[in-house]
């Protein structure tokens, strides 16, 4: 697939539209790890042939925020080489440097695990950027062994995240993280 261009020129009866642009974003009802492959692939033709960090970050996170139920966040935090700074987003306003191993994004970030946290409040040292946030999932990328950044989500029902949750945004995550590769 090509990179994602404009192809039509607007004109009386002719609005300005992208091909590749045709997602319905349906919310994740009924089986959700079907859910998730339908999201997952869904994905992965938003990002085909484009490899900017960026406008992929962007993207993905309206994709992820519009399809889920109850998540009030979100997005990415990259890593400049100190710490995880805000990236693209969707939602309140966000934290922006996160220090690695403080609150979930940067224990994720730290110890390059999932973090699955039920409740935000019983998680040691948790960064309150949104006190309507109770739970929360931070996915880390990391791509050769480097850490890129986290992809992070954030509801206000408490225990919101399964295991079907870590599976599915792990699997996007590797999407994102295979645009980057084409760089």
Excluded: K
Excluded at 34 to 48: D, I, K, P, S, W
Excluded at 109 to 118: I, K
Aim: net charge negative.
């Amino acid at each position: 697939m090509a990179p994602s261009t404009f192809s039509a020129e607007p004109g009386p009866g002719r609005p300005l539209y992208h091909p590749y642009m045709t997602f319905d974003l349906v919310p994740l009802t009924g089986d959700r790890a079907e859910g998730y492959r339908r999201l997952t692939a869904q994905a992965a033709a938003l990002l085909a042939g484009e490899s900017d960090r960026t406008a992929n970050a962007a993207n993905l996170s309206s994709l992820v925020y519009h399809s889920l139920a109850e998540v009030n966040w979100a997005g990415f935090y990259f890593y400049d080489g100190r710490e995880l700074v805000v990236g693209p987003f969707q939602g309140r306003p966000a934290c922006v440097r996160i220090a690695l191993g403080a609150g979930v994004c940067g224990t994720a970030a730290r110890t390059r695990r999932t973090q699955l946290v039920p409740d935000v409040h019983a998680f040691p040292g948790h960064i309150a950027c949104d006190a309507d946030s109770r739970s929360e999932i931070v996915i880390p990328l990391v791509h050769d062994s480097e850490l890129l950044g986290v992809l992070d989500l954030d509801s206000p029902r408490p225990g919101r995240f399964d295991e079907t949750d870590r599976l599915g945004l792990e699997s996007i995550a590797e999407v994102f993280l295979e645009s980057l590769a084409r760089i």
